[in-house]
C-alpha cells in the first residue's frame, strides 16, 4: 500500500528555519501532485502547499506564501518544505498528503511530523 | 481565504442517521464540484470517505454519502457506528488562487 512518512519536525525558535521531508513509497511518485497540510493542536486542518508532479506548478496558502518553499525530488522519491521566519501560530502537525489521479482530493496522507515553535 | 463553515458538533445513536453541513461561497463549494470529506480520529491522519461531491474511495462502507445544494455540501452518515464516533472535516477546490479550503471541522458522537 502506498506509504508516505514525514520527517523532519522538532523545537524551533521564532524567527528560525526548518526543512521537513516526506519520503514516499509503493506508488509512482512522479505521477502524483502533493501537498501539505498542517494541523494545529487541538485545531482543524489548514491546507498549506501544493506542487504538481513535475514540480512546475506550486502554490501557497496566504498564511505562508513568502517564507515556506514546497520541492520535490522525484528520482528520491521524496517531498520537502522549507520552513523559515517561523512563527508560533506555524505550531502544527504537518501531514503530507497525495492527491487522486484525477486530483482535488487527498487520498493518501502521511503520519504527521510535529514542528513546535517556541522560545 | 475563509474556512468553510461546519457545526461544531452532531450526535446521534447506534443506528441513526446524522448529516453534517458545510457551508462555503460561490468562490469555493459553490463553483467547483471538487468537494471531499475527511474522517479523523484522534492522533491519527485523517482518512478520505467522499470525494467529488458523492464518490466514495473503495473500502469506505455505502453507509456514508455527500451531496451538495448550492454554496452548501452535506456528508450523511447511515447507521451510525461506535466507530463513526471522529472528526469529520470537509475540503472544497476554491481556484487557482486561494487553491484548497477545509472546513471548521464537525465532532460527530454516538449516544
Known amino acids: 500500500e502506498v506509504q508516505l512518512v514525514e520527517s523532519g519536525g522538532g523545537l524551533v525558535q521564532p524567527g528560525g528555519s526548518l526543512r521537513l521531508s516526506c519520503a514516499a513509497s509503493r506508488f509512482t511518485f512522479s505521477s502524483y501532485e502533493m501537498n501539505w497540510v498542517r494541523q494545529a493542536p487541538g485545531k482543524g486542518l489548514e491546507w498549506v502547499s501544493y506542487?504538481?508532479?513535475?514540480?512546475?506548478?506550486?502554490r501557497y496558502a496566504d498564511s505562508v506564501k513568502g517564507r515556506f518553499t514546497i520541492s520535490r525530488d522525484n528520482a528520491k522519491n521524496s517531498l520537502y518544505l522549507q520552513m523559515n521566519s517561523l512563527r508560533a501560530e506555524d505550531t502544527a502537525v504537518y501531514y503530507c498528503?497525495?492527491?487522486?489521479?484525477?486530483?482535488?482530493?487527498?487520498?493518501?496522507w502521511g503520519q504527521g511530523t510535529l514542528v513546535t515553535v517556541s522560545s | 481565504q475563509s474556512a468553510l463553515t461546519q457545526p461544531r458538533s452532531v450526535s446521534g445513536s447506534p443506528g441513526q442517521s446524522v448529516t453534517i453541513s458545510c457551508t462555503g461561497t460561490s468562490s469555493d463549494i459553490g463553483g467547483f464540484n471538487y468537494v471531499s470529506w475527511y474522517q479523523q480520529h484522534p492522533g491519527i491522519a485523517p482518512k478520505l470517505m467522499i470525494y467529488d461531491v458523492t464518490k466514495r474511495p473503495s473500502g469506505v462502507p455505502d453507509r456514508f454519502s455527500g451531496s451538495k445544494s448550492g454554496n452548501t455540501a452535506s456528508l450523511t452518515i447511515s447507521g451510525l457506528l461506535a466507530e463513526d464516533e471522529a472528526d469529520y472535516y470537509c475540503c472544497s477546490f476554491a481556484g487557482s488562487y486561494t487553491f484548497y479550503l477545509f472546513g471548521t471541522g464537525t465532532k460527530v458522537t454516538v449516544l
Open positions: 498528503a497525495r492527491e487522486d489521479e484525477d486530483g482535488y482530493n487527498f487520498d493518501y
Open positions: 506542487i504538481s508532479s513535475s514540480g512546475s506548478t506550486i
